[in-house]
């Protein structure tokens, strides 16, 4: 059950010694404080889910997001009426995000294309505006759903936990988790969810989803039903959505709206045709460079600039630094636009494959041993 | 019942700005082929036009007038602005109407803003998939906006109705009710009508002329248009600018019902891809009749007595309606089969 072929293992192991170091690869860069680590963790793990819908089935999801809200909503609950310990809070979250989106997946497969994408929106947008509205004694609004020093907590005060006064934090077990535990944490998660990513794209149901990407109708004459294997992967990448949103919640014990809107959805699909959809690492790079550039190119100031550029002469010093300044900071924004667009247009099929294309140029000099390229169908 | 019809008034007004929104976009994808993010920033772009035309119009000089003191001892500054310096009356009738007028800025510069679109980006993608369309045009629309944003800043920019218009109309009169039952404001029935004027603009455009044949013909199969002889692709970059200048002139008449902010594009994206959707991709009547239904939908939905019964119905009306829509009717309201559907 926990074999994985070598290529697998490799990659695993690449990816756990990548993870496991980022406080030390990631100090060049200025990220490498616990609190931006976990959420580039977090984010990569909502992508690797995403892309198991996306990058396997080829449907198109614009409402990913709302799992996330969700999981976050069912973590803090658990934190208020159970316990401070962060395992209830996971597991209940994901057994809430994969009960929505059972239901959600059940109602929006029955379309394909962008007729999904659209229910699947609209869904999103109905638990937000909900959440924000008419739901608010369970979600606090606008306000967001924070720990108070009154809350029930009853697991905790049957064993007679207490934690002082004061707001309490989440516990591992007993034991408080810091910074640096928090980023750990989610990194672990990352990895697990790394392997089960794994595993479903090296399996049978890995490979019909795949069948399902390239054709649906040829699947079916086939004599294969294809709703279970889709809602599966739905309900799947649903469960990780909502786990993420739990460790966004664990992290920072509290939950808002924001985190359902669409324009958090659009996030994760643009982080994934960013690094590549469809490939093992691709979703984690995406996040990471999106979420990397969301949290250092907003931060840099013009004092940073004119320190950066101070080596050349006055008059040019402050040229850059103007035109620099547009694409920092308050503006990162362009930054990211122009990122999209260049990549889209240079390298299609997103960063991983740009880079195996890289790859590629090196190895030309080794005789082609491969097969031939495969003819393309006539129209 | 006078409230339900006010409601009525108000959903049409909402809806003709859907109806446009979604035409272009619409329009843009059944000729293209191209599921174009940037439209709503097409959108932003003529609420824009308006605000830079006023800028323009409104330039003033400062003169001194010595016979007049403020309270305070110093003379009193009069401004004017030039076109008033220059025209006289018409000039003060200029800046009055700036909104209406601005028109005449905004169709060429949303021609010119969306002919350069497509010869310069959307060009290269019509064979890439409809995901790397998607990330290019958002990404194309977040660069719009984040210039747009750093010319203007972030606050919304409030356009002036003409004096004249801002009165309301006594609808309830031709009605046969009492008067002032039921009155509505001038400039939203001159939305509404504006919208229904530039819908059968697009419509007879289309069915009426030649240029209108051919890029039809296109539509239902570029690939013999294009045996035909003709240049199909340079009429769908025309089309492609059509439907900018219709999404501009949506936004320039918006802008005293709404002020215009940098992501004013963003918020009605996905509302008009909805709508979109809903009307059934690549159908034009189905965009204008979906824009219409949902307009009126949201504003029924937001009367008190409709909310007392249902709780947050006004919120999610749109989706729930779409939901419905498409779980029944599984194109949409007219939508084609096998577009979109792969």
């Known amino acids: 059950m926990f074999s994985l072929s070598r290529k697998d293992l490799t990659s695993l192991v690449v990816l756990a010694a990548i993870v496991l170091t980022m406080p030390i690869w990631l100090a060049p860069f200025g990220a490498a404080y616990p609190g931006l ?23 198109l999801s614009f409402g990913h997001a709302a799992f996330v809200g969700i999981g976050s909503y069912t973590a803090v609950w658990s934190f208020k009426l159970l316990t401070m310990d962060i395992l209830p809070a996971m597991i209940f979250a994901v057994i809430i995000s994969g009960l929505f989106a059972l239901v959600i997946g059940y109602f929006c497969l029955r379309r394909t294309g962008i007729y999904f994408s659209i229910l699947t929106l609209a869904f999103a947008q109905m638990c937000y505006s909900l959440a924000y509205s008419v ?38 077990l007993g034991t408080t988790l810091g910074g640096y535990g928090g980023f750990y944490l989610t990194a672990i998660v990352l ?124 008059g040019i010093q402050s040229l850059m630094v103007t035109v620099t300044s547009k694409f920092v900071g308050e503006g990162w924004h362009l930054t990211l636009g122009l990122m999209f667009v260049l990549i889209v247009v240079f390298l299609p099929g997103g960063l991983v494959e740009g880079a195996k294309r890289v790859a590629a140029r090196f190895d030309r000099k080794k005789p082609r041993t491969g097969p031939a390229p495969a003819p393309q169908p006539a129209e | 019942m006078t409230a339900m019809l006010a409601q009525l008034l108000n959903g049409l007004d909402k809806g003709g700005a859907y109806a446009l929104i979604a035409l272009g976009l619409t329009l843009v994808f059944g000729t293209l082929g191209v599921v174009n993010f940037a439209h709503g920033a097409l959108f932003m772009l003529g609420c824009f036009c308006a605000v830079t035309f006023r800028y323009l119009i409104t330039i003033e000089t400062v003169t001194v007038d010595p016979t007049k003191l ?8 009069v401004r004017t602005p030039l076109v008033q310096n220059w025209f006289g009356d018409f000039g003060a009738v200029m800046v009055d109407y700036s909104v209406p007028i601005s028109l005449i800025l905004a169709v060429p510069t949303m021609l010119a803003i969306g002919i350069a679109m497509e010869r310069g980006l959307i060009k290269h993608f019509y064979k890439r998939t409809h995901a790397e369309q998607i990330l290019v045009t958002f990404g194309l629309a977040i660069v719009l906006q984040e210039v747009v944003k750093a010319f203007f800043g972030a606050n919304p920019y409030p356009q002036p109705i003409p004096t004249d218009l801002r009165s309301a109309a006594d609808i309830g009169i031709l009605l046969g009710l009492e008067p002032r039952t039921l009155t509505y404001p001038w400039w939203r029935i001159i939305y509404l009508a504006f919208s229904l004027f530039v819908i059968g603009g697009v419509f007879a455009f289309l069915q009426f002329t030649t240029f209108g044949m051919v890029v039809r013909a296109g539509m239902a199969d570029r690939e013999t248009v294009g045996l035909m002889g003709i240049d199909i692709d340079r009429r769908f970059t025309i089309v492609f600018g059509l439907a900018a200048v219709v999404a501009g002139v ?43 239904l949902l ?16 709780p947050g119905i006004d919120q999610v009306i749109i989706y729930l309606v779409a939901v419905i829509i498409l779980l029944v009717l599984p194109r949409g309201l007219m939508g084609r089969r096998g577009v979109m559907e792969s």
């Open chain 1, 37 to 59: 680590m976990q959420k580039f963790a977090i984010y990569a793990i909502f992508a690797v889910g995403f892309n198991i819908l996306f990058g396997l089935t080829g449907y």
């Open chain 1, 135 to 172: 739901l608010t004694p369970l979600t606090n609004g606008e306000t967001g759903l924070l720990l108070a020093g009154n809350d029930p907590r009853y697991i905790d005060k049957m064993f007679g936990v207490t934690y002082g006064s004061g707001l309490p934090t989440p516990t591992f």
């Open chain 1, 191 to 314: 990895i697990v969810i790394f392997f089960i990513s794994q595993k479903i794209f090296a399996s049978p149901f890995g490979m019909a989803l795949r069948g399902i990407k390239s054709n649906q109708t040829r699947m079916m004459y086939t004599g294969f039903n294809t709703k279970p294997y889709t809602l599966a992967a739905f309900v799947v990448s649903g469960m990780i959505a909502g786990l993420a949103g739990a460790l966004l919640s664990v992290t920072d014990p509290l939950a808002g709206t924001e985190r359902m809107r669409w324009t958090e959805s659009g996030n994760v699909v643009l982080m994934t045709i960013l690094g590549g959809v469809g490939t093992l690492f691709g979703p984690i790079v995406g996040a990471w460079l999106i979420k990397y550039f969301e949290n250092i190119f907003s931060a840099i100031n013009s004092n940073m600039l004119n320190n950066f550029f101070s080596f050349l002469p006055d």
């Open chain 2, 70 to 77: 403020t309270p305070w001892g110093s003379p009193v500054e």
């Open chain 2, 250 to 292: 949506a936004g320039v008449m918006y802008t005293p019902l709404l002020p215009p902010n940098y992501h004013l594009g963003m918020d009605f994206l996905v509302l008009s891809f909805v709508v979109v959707v809903v009307g059934g991709m690549g159908s034009l009547p189905g965009a204008v009749v979906a824009g219409f």
């Open chain 2, 295 to 310: 307009g009126i939908l949201q504003s029924i939905a937001s009367m008190t007595e409709i909310k007392s019964l249902i």
